[in-house]
Protein backbone atom coordinates (compact mmCIF):
# COMPACT_ATOMS: atom_id res chain seq x y z
CA UNK A 1 0.00 0.00 0.00
CA UNK A 2 1.80 3.64 -1.21
CA UNK A 3 1.71 5.91 1.48
CA UNK A 4 -1.24 7.94 0.43
CA UNK A 5 -3.32 5.41 0.14
CA UNK A 6 -2.43 4.43 3.48
CA UNK A 7 -2.99 7.79 5.04
CA UNK A 8 -6.79 7.53 4.00
CA UNK A 9 -6.97 4.17 5.12
CA UNK A 10 -5.60 5.25 8.55
CA UNK A 11 -7.48 8.25 8.31
CA UNK A 12 -10.87 6.06 7.82
CA UNK A 13 -9.87 3.93 10.93
CA UNK A 14 -9.80 6.80 13.36
CA UNK A 15 -12.92 7.57 11.75
CA UNK A 16 -14.51 4.26 12.11
CA UNK A 17 -13.73 4.57 15.90
CA UNK A 18 -14.58 7.59 16.55
CA UNK A 19 -18.53 7.41 14.89
CA UNK A 20 -18.83 3.69 14.17
CA UNK A 21 -18.52 2.09 10.89
CA UNK A 22 -22.34 2.67 9.84
CA UNK A 23 -22.41 6.59 11.17
CA UNK A 24 -18.85 7.29 8.95
CA UNK A 25 -19.56 8.01 5.32
CA UNK A 26 -17.32 8.05 2.06
CA UNK A 27 -17.89 11.75 2.19
CA UNK A 28 -16.55 11.93 5.99
CA UNK A 29 -13.55 9.69 5.17
CA UNK A 30 -12.76 12.15 1.97
CA UNK A 31 -13.01 15.49 3.98
CA UNK A 32 -11.22 14.51 6.83
CA UNK A 33 -8.26 12.73 4.36
CA UNK A 34 -8.16 16.31 2.13
CA UNK A 35 -8.92 14.17 -1.00
CA UNK A 36 -11.19 14.17 -3.66
CA UNK A 37 -13.94 11.67 -4.24
CA UNK A 38 -11.65 10.39 -7.60
CA UNK A 39 -8.56 9.73 -5.27
CA UNK A 40 -10.91 7.39 -2.83
CA UNK A 41 -12.47 5.35 -5.14
CA UNK A 42 -9.28 5.29 -7.48
CA UNK A 43 -7.99 4.10 -3.74
CA UNK A 44 -10.79 1.72 -3.02
CA UNK A 45 -14.05 0.33 -4.96
CA UNK A 46 -15.92 0.74 -1.49
CA UNK A 47 -16.19 1.13 2.35
CA UNK A 48 -15.76 -2.29 2.78
CA UNK A 49 -12.46 -2.93 0.31
CA UNK A 50 -11.34 0.67 2.50
CA UNK A 51 -11.73 -2.06 5.73
CA UNK A 52 -10.40 -4.86 3.81
CA UNK A 53 -7.57 -2.45 3.23
CA UNK A 54 -7.02 -2.18 6.79
CA UNK A 55 -6.83 -5.10 7.86
CA UNK A 56 -4.31 -6.44 5.51
CA UNK A 57 -2.06 -3.05 6.64
CA UNK A 58 -2.36 -3.84 10.24
CA UNK A 59 -1.78 -7.54 9.45
CA UNK A 60 1.81 -6.32 7.33
CA UNK A 61 2.41 -3.97 10.60
CA UNK A 62 2.34 -6.67 12.81
CA UNK A 63 4.27 -9.06 10.63
CA UNK A 64 6.73 -6.25 10.38
CA UNK A 65 7.00 -5.98 13.95
CA UNK A 66 7.02 -9.53 14.95
CA UNK A 67 10.40 -9.80 12.49
CA UNK A 68 12.10 -7.06 14.42
CA UNK A 69 11.79 -8.59 17.49
CA UNK A 70 12.28 -11.74 16.13
CA UNK A 71 15.76 -10.76 14.32
CA UNK A 72 18.97 -12.32 15.80
CA UNK A 73 16.72 -14.02 18.60
CA UNK A 74 16.04 -18.08 19.08
CA UNK A 75 12.72 -19.08 18.09
CA UNK A 76 12.76 -21.06 20.95
CA UNK A 77 12.95 -18.45 23.61
CA UNK A 78 9.74 -18.05 25.51
CA UNK A 79 10.13 -14.27 26.30
CA UNK A 80 11.26 -13.34 22.87
CA UNK A 81 7.38 -14.58 22.42
CA UNK A 82 5.92 -12.47 25.25
CA UNK A 83 7.58 -9.81 23.61
CA UNK A 84 5.79 -10.36 19.94
CA UNK A 85 2.93 -10.53 21.80
CA UNK A 86 3.10 -8.16 23.88
CA UNK A 87 3.85 -5.36 21.11
CA UNK A 88 0.90 -6.20 18.90
CA UNK A 89 -1.49 -6.32 21.73
CA UNK A 90 -0.18 -2.84 22.59
CA UNK A 91 -0.60 -1.53 19.03
CA UNK A 92 -3.94 -2.93 18.88
CA UNK A 93 -5.00 -0.95 22.28
CA UNK A 94 -3.49 2.47 20.78
CA UNK A 95 -5.61 2.00 17.92
CA UNK A 96 -9.15 0.73 19.50
CA UNK A 97 -8.95 -2.17 17.09
CA UNK A 98 -10.97 -4.23 20.03
CA UNK A 99 -13.80 -1.63 19.67
CA UNK A 100 -13.76 -1.51 16.21
CA UNK A 101 -13.48 -5.43 15.33
CA UNK A 102 -16.20 -5.89 18.13
CA UNK A 103 -18.37 -3.20 16.17
CA UNK A 104 -17.92 -5.45 12.75
CA UNK A 105 -19.29 -8.35 14.84
CA UNK A 106 -22.20 -7.05 16.04
CA UNK A 107 -23.36 -5.51 12.79
CA UNK A 108 -25.11 -7.00 9.94
CA UNK A 109 -22.37 -6.96 7.52
CA UNK A 110 -21.74 -10.60 6.72
CA UNK A 111 -18.85 -9.28 4.40
CA UNK A 112 -16.74 -7.49 7.07
CA UNK A 113 -17.48 -9.89 9.75
CA UNK A 114 -15.91 -12.45 7.34
CA UNK A 115 -13.15 -9.86 7.10
CA UNK A 116 -12.63 -9.88 10.91
CA UNK A 117 -12.88 -13.71 11.23
CA UNK A 118 -10.23 -14.08 8.85
CA UNK A 119 -7.86 -11.93 10.41
CA UNK A 120 -8.23 -13.89 14.13
CA UNK A 121 -7.68 -16.95 11.98
CA UNK A 122 -4.40 -15.45 10.48
CA UNK A 123 -3.45 -14.35 14.61
CA UNK A 124 -4.06 -18.02 15.83
CA UNK A 125 -2.29 -18.95 13.34
CA UNK A 126 1.20 -17.32 13.63
CA UNK A 127 0.62 -18.07 17.44
CA UNK A 128 -0.08 -21.94 16.75
CA UNK A 129 3.54 -22.03 15.13
CA UNK A 130 5.54 -20.05 17.24
CA UNK A 131 4.05 -22.27 20.51
CA UNK A 132 5.52 -25.06 18.33
CA UNK A 133 8.81 -23.43 17.75
CA UNK A 134 9.03 -22.69 21.79
CA UNK A 135 7.53 -25.80 23.11
CA UNK A 136 8.61 -28.27 20.47
CA UNK A 137 7.08 -30.16 17.41
CA UNK A 138 5.44 -32.82 19.19
CA UNK A 139 2.53 -30.27 20.24
CA UNK A 140 1.28 -30.12 16.44
CA UNK A 141 -1.62 -31.52 17.03
CA UNK A 142 -2.32 -29.04 19.76
CA UNK A 143 -0.95 -25.87 18.85
CA UNK A 144 -3.83 -24.23 17.56
CA UNK A 145 -6.22 -25.14 20.21
CA UNK A 146 -3.47 -23.86 23.14
CA UNK A 147 -3.64 -20.49 20.58
CA UNK A 148 -7.39 -20.10 21.18
CA UNK A 149 -7.22 -20.82 25.02
CA UNK A 150 -4.49 -18.52 25.10
CA UNK A 151 -6.65 -15.75 23.48
CA UNK A 152 -9.99 -16.78 24.97
CA UNK A 153 -7.65 -15.98 28.56
CA UNK A 154 -6.51 -13.02 27.27
CA UNK A 155 -9.26 -11.06 25.43
CA UNK A 156 -10.99 -11.61 29.09
CA UNK A 157 -8.13 -10.66 31.11
CA UNK A 158 -8.05 -7.26 28.73
CA UNK A 159 -11.79 -7.00 29.13
CA UNK A 160 -11.58 -7.20 33.08
CA UNK A 161 -8.93 -4.59 33.02
CA UNK A 162 -10.54 -2.27 30.68
CA UNK A 163 -13.91 -2.13 32.94
CA UNK A 164 -12.16 -2.43 36.65
CA UNK A 165 -9.19 -0.29 35.70
CA UNK A 166 -6.52 -2.83 36.86
CA UNK A 167 -2.87 -2.10 37.72
CA UNK A 168 -1.66 -5.34 36.56
CA UNK A 169 0.94 -4.62 33.25
CA UNK A 170 0.27 -6.49 29.78
CA UNK A 171 3.81 -7.70 30.13
CA UNK A 172 2.58 -9.63 33.02
CA UNK A 173 -0.93 -10.46 31.62
CA UNK A 174 1.12 -12.25 28.88
CA UNK A 175 4.32 -13.43 30.62
CA UNK A 176 1.84 -15.41 33.34
CA UNK A 177 -0.77 -16.40 30.59
CA UNK A 178 2.04 -18.11 28.40
CA UNK A 179 3.00 -19.84 31.90
CA UNK A 180 -0.57 -20.99 31.94
CA UNK A 181 -0.35 -22.53 28.21
CA UNK A 182 3.12 -24.52 29.18
CA UNK A 183 1.08 -26.26 31.98
CA UNK A 184 -1.97 -27.17 29.91
CA UNK A 185 -0.04 -28.64 27.06
CA UNK A 186 1.70 -30.96 28.73
CA UNK A 187 -1.58 -32.28 30.74
CA UNK A 188 -3.19 -32.29 27.09
CA UNK A 189 -0.26 -34.65 25.85
CA UNK A 190 -0.37 -37.22 28.61
CA UNK A 191 -4.28 -37.60 29.20
CA UNK A 192 -5.52 -36.48 25.34
CA UNK A 193 -7.43 -33.81 26.74
CA UNK A 194 -7.65 -32.25 23.31
CA UNK A 195 -11.22 -31.06 22.66
CA UNK A 196 -10.41 -29.74 18.51
CA UNK A 197 -9.89 -31.71 16.08
CA UNK A 198 -7.76 -30.88 13.49
CA UNK A 199 -10.49 -31.71 10.91
CA UNK A 200 -12.54 -28.95 12.79
CA UNK A 201 -9.79 -26.48 11.87
CA UNK A 202 -9.78 -27.57 8.63
CA UNK A 203 -13.73 -26.97 8.72
CA UNK A 204 -13.60 -23.58 10.27
CA UNK A 205 -11.06 -22.39 7.82
CA UNK A 206 -13.22 -23.41 4.79
CA UNK A 207 -16.35 -21.76 6.67
CA UNK A 208 -14.98 -18.62 7.08
CA UNK A 209 -12.93 -18.61 3.64
CA UNK A 210 -16.34 -19.50 2.04
CA UNK A 211 -14.40 -20.90 -0.94
CA UNK A 212 -16.46 -23.76 -2.86
CA UNK A 213 -15.72 -27.29 -2.09
CA UNK A 214 -14.90 -28.68 -6.23
CA UNK A 215 -15.90 -32.06 -6.54
CA UNK A 216 -12.03 -32.80 -7.95
CA UNK A 217 -10.88 -31.76 -4.72
CA UNK A 218 -13.11 -34.05 -2.70
CA UNK A 219 -12.36 -36.82 -5.22
CA UNK A 220 -8.52 -36.67 -4.90
CA UNK A 221 -8.75 -36.78 -1.02
CA UNK A 222 -10.69 -39.66 -1.87
CA UNK A 223 -8.44 -41.21 -4.09
CA UNK A 224 -6.02 -40.45 -1.19
CA UNK A 225 -7.61 -42.11 1.59
CA UNK A 226 -8.26 -45.30 -0.57
CA UNK A 227 -4.41 -45.18 -1.57
CA UNK A 228 -3.22 -45.20 2.36
CA UNK A 229 -5.80 -47.41 4.38
CA UNK A 230 -6.75 -51.12 3.52
CA UNK A 231 -10.30 -51.02 3.48
CA UNK A 232 -12.65 -53.65 5.43
CA UNK A 233 -15.26 -54.66 2.99
CA UNK A 234 -17.29 -52.44 5.16
CA UNK A 235 -15.67 -49.14 4.47
CA UNK A 236 -15.30 -50.54 0.84
CA UNK A 237 -18.55 -50.91 0.11
CA UNK A 238 -19.28 -47.62 1.78
CA UNK A 239 -16.65 -45.68 0.15
CA UNK A 240 -17.72 -46.88 -3.37
CA UNK A 241 -21.28 -46.18 -2.21
CA UNK A 242 -19.90 -42.35 -1.54
CA UNK A 243 -18.09 -42.08 -4.64
CA UNK A 244 -20.48 -43.04 -7.07
CA UNK A 245 -23.27 -40.91 -5.76
CA UNK A 246 -20.79 -37.67 -5.36
CA UNK A 247 -20.78 -38.69 -9.34
CA UNK A 248 -24.27 -38.56 -10.11
CA UNK A 249 -24.91 -35.53 -12.10
CA UNK A 250 -27.87 -34.63 -9.45
CA UNK A 251 -26.73 -35.41 -6.32
CA UNK A 252 -29.05 -37.00 -3.65
CA UNK A 253 -28.53 -35.53 -0.31
CA UNK A 254 -31.08 -37.95 0.56
CA UNK A 255 -29.06 -40.90 0.17
CA UNK A 256 -25.78 -39.50 0.68
CA UNK A 257 -25.54 -38.07 3.77
CA UNK A 258 -26.97 -41.27 5.54
CA UNK A 259 -23.33 -42.75 3.97
CA UNK A 260 -20.91 -40.15 6.06
CA UNK A 261 -20.98 -41.10 9.79
CA UNK A 262 -20.94 -45.27 9.27
CA UNK A 263 -18.18 -44.27 7.07
CA UNK A 264 -16.44 -42.03 9.25
CA UNK A 265 -17.26 -43.93 12.51
CA UNK A 266 -15.74 -47.51 10.87
CA UNK A 267 -12.05 -45.67 10.87
CA UNK A 268 -12.38 -45.34 14.93
CA UNK A 269 -9.06 -45.99 16.74
CA UNK A 270 -7.13 -46.05 12.98
CA UNK A 271 -4.25 -43.34 11.92
CA UNK A 272 -6.52 -42.61 9.08
CA UNK A 273 -9.10 -40.62 10.92
CA UNK A 274 -8.04 -37.69 10.78
CA UNK A 275 -7.97 -37.67 7.14
CA UNK A 276 -11.35 -39.01 7.07
CA UNK A 277 -13.06 -36.89 9.38
CA UNK A 278 -11.91 -34.21 7.06
CA UNK A 279 -13.09 -35.98 3.78
CA UNK A 280 -16.25 -36.04 5.10
CA UNK A 281 -16.06 -32.24 6.60
CA UNK A 282 -15.48 -31.35 2.97
CA UNK A 283 -18.69 -33.64 1.56
CA UNK A 284 -20.68 -32.06 4.31
CA UNK A 285 -19.26 -28.17 2.95
CA UNK A 286 -19.89 -29.03 -0.64
CA UNK A 287 -23.26 -30.33 -0.28
CA UNK A 288 -24.34 -27.19 2.05
CA UNK A 289 -23.16 -24.99 -0.92
CA UNK A 290 -25.08 -26.70 -3.67
Not at 202 to 225: C, F, G, Q, T
Not at 232 to 240: C, G, I, K, V
Request: aromatic share 10%; charged share 25%; hydrophobic share 45%.
Amino acid sequence: MNKRKRHVADVALKLFVEKGIQQTSIQDIIDRAAISKGTFYNYFSSKNDCIAEILEGLRYDASQLRMQIQVGKKEKDQQILAQQIYSIIQLNEERSLYALFDAILSSNEIDLKKLVMQHRIFELEWLAIRFISVFGEEISENAFESAILFHGMLQHLLFTKRVTNATFSLHRIVAVLLQYIGLIIPYMLQHNTSLIEPASVHLMRMNIDRKPVELSELMKMAKNIEEEENFTMEQEDLYEAIISELNKERVRKSVLQPLLNPFLTSFDDTSSKGQVQTFINAIWFYLKLK
